[in-house]
């Protein structure tokens, strides 16, 4: 059972629709993430999200735009995606700290096909 | 040159080998370091923490050498089911904290 939960886990999205991709964490953390990953690559960080403030953003395309209402709950919210935008979105969460450690913790992730 | 680097594979090997894999990072100022495995269209799991003194699991061996900037995992014993992408992970706290995945290895343990 994951402490980071993602729905939907399946979407197939038209390059018109608008379509939101939703994370909620059970482990009290600080920290929330968005990673892609795509066939065969590596992971790659979109954004991060601390005491609900971006604090990092890889100059991820403006078709992506993600929301923190809460330190529990994020989104990426999807429009005018590209066929090449289809990959496994990975959320993630972790307990931010200065002294060591910052362990991620993702959860089961959001398959998007872009069609 | 990258941040975090490991030697892509794969890494074929029978069971019951012994397989290591390293990972090299940049940042001499890194501060905590994990290994993640990652199966077949699944997220990564953190299967270990990395400590200074290296730290065992079972069959898992993590050391770390801060000297050289690398750490690396030990396998014993290979099973079928270690067959997954293993994921170096580098911790820096150096104008904020940044977490940088490696780009991972890949294992497949055959009978």
């Known amino acids: 059972e994951t402490g980071v939960t993602q729905t939907p886990r399946h979407l197939v999205m038209g390059m018109t629709n608008k379509k939101s991709l939703k994370c909620e964490q059970h482990l009290g953390h600080n920290a929330m993430y968005w990673y892609k990953q795509s066939a065969k690559k590596p992971l790659e960080l979109m954004f991060v999200y601390s005491l609900e403030e971006r604090v990092e953003n890889n100059s991820v395309p403006s078709r992506f735009s993600p929301e923190c209402p809460n330190s529990s709950h994020l989104f990426l919210h999807l429009h005018t995606l590209q066929p090449e935008d289809s990959a496994l979105y990975l959320c993630?969460?972790?307990?931010?700290?200065?002294?060591?450690?910052?362990?991620?913790?993702f959860g089961e992730g959001s398959w998007l096909t872009v069609v | 040159r990258k941040e975090v680097e490991q030697d892509p594979g794969p890494f074929n090997v029978p069971e019951g080998a012994t397989v290591a894999f390293n990972c090299t990072y940049s940042?001499?100022?890194?501060?905590?370091f994990f290994w993640y495995r990652q199966d077949c269209r699944k997220e990564p799991k953190l299967l270990m923490s990395?400590?200074?003194s290296g730290n065992e699991d079972g069959r898992f061996t993590a050391q770390l050498n801060r000297a050289s900037q690398y750490i690396s995992l030990l396998i014993r014993d290979s099973k079928l089911s270690d067959s997954a992408t293993y994921l170096c992970v580098v911790n820096s706290y150096t104008g904020g904290f940044k977490t940088i995945f490696g780009a991972g290895t890949r294992l497949f343990v055959k009978a």
């Open positions: 940042n001499s100022a890194s501060q905590s």
């Open positions: 990395v400590y200074s």
């Open positions: 993630a969460s972790s307990q931010v700290r200065t002294d060591s450690g910052n362990t991620i913790y």
